[in-house]
């Protein structure tokens, strides 16, 4: 079946540290792959995608890049703050099947001064 | 202007009483979805309406029952309530047939049952 594994957390790092968040996935087909961060006490929010082997997404310095040879789509940020404590969740989408996200268990990260 | 929203916010009720989570949203989708996440964080699909039509229904008891009396709403409706249904209820929405068919989450109902 499909799956999505993650880095246990939670990731505790001092501001301006340099992020990786985990991610592989398991699939029948070719998935594309998301990056959710749920800030505390909020739902959702997409954070980065990309569609197909090589591509990279990205946004607010949040990047990451499917890599189908190693089935793969870690997070990275180069330097980051203290507002970007939340849990991520990386996700994978299966053309049809009723466009339904199977997410992993979730990364904390906690950032501190 | 919220576009996913949800009512209520905090539902504290006892094993055994049945009641209703509402799903509302403003943004013109045709799908939307019912999510679970556990004391763990674990995030995992429920259903989903497309079109007031259900096409998934993810191995979930029969006491929760979807409705979707329009493409704008979709809501929950739990029966005979267990303690193991404790959990914060996401709704989303989304339009087929776009790019990425991003999925838009609403701001979770806690679900604590006593």
């Known amino acids: 079946g499909n799956s999505v594994t993650q880095m246990e957390g939670p990731v505790t790092l001092s501001e301006e540290a340099f992020l990786t968040i985990n991610c592989t996935y398991t699939a029948t087909g070719y998935p594309s792959l998301f990056w959710y961060v749920q800030y505390p006490g909020e739902g959702l929010q997409l954070l980065l995608k990309a569609t197909k082997a090589d591509d990279k997404g990205s946004n607010k310095g949040f990047e990451a890049t499917y890599r189908k040879e190693t089935t793969s789509f870690h997070l990275e940020k180069g330097s980051v703050q203290v507002s970007d404590s939340a849990v991520y969740f990386c996700a994978l989408k299966l053309t049809g099947g009723g466009n339904k996200l199977t997410f992993g268990t979730g990364t904390q990260l906690k950032v501190e001064l | 202007d919220t576009a996913v929203s949800q009512t209520p916010k905090y539902l504290v009720t006892q094993m055994g009483n049945d009641k209703s989570i509402k799903c509302e949203q403003n943004l013109g989708h045709d799908t939307m979805y019912w999510y679970k996440q556990d004391s763990k964080k674990f995030l995992k699909i429920m259903f989903s309406y497309n079109n007031k039509e259900l096409i998934i229904n993810e191995t979930v008891p029969n006491r929760f029952s979807p409705k979707s009396p329009d493409k704008a709403h979709l809501n929950l409706h739990i029966n005979s309530l267990e303690l193991g249904d404790s959990a914060v209820y996401f709704c989303?929405?989304?339009?087929?047939?776009?790019?990425?068919?991003?999925?838009?989450f609403g701001p979770g109902t806690r679900l604590t049952v006593l």
């Open positions: 989303a929405s989304s339009q087929q047939g776009t790019t990425y068919n991003e999925q838009f």
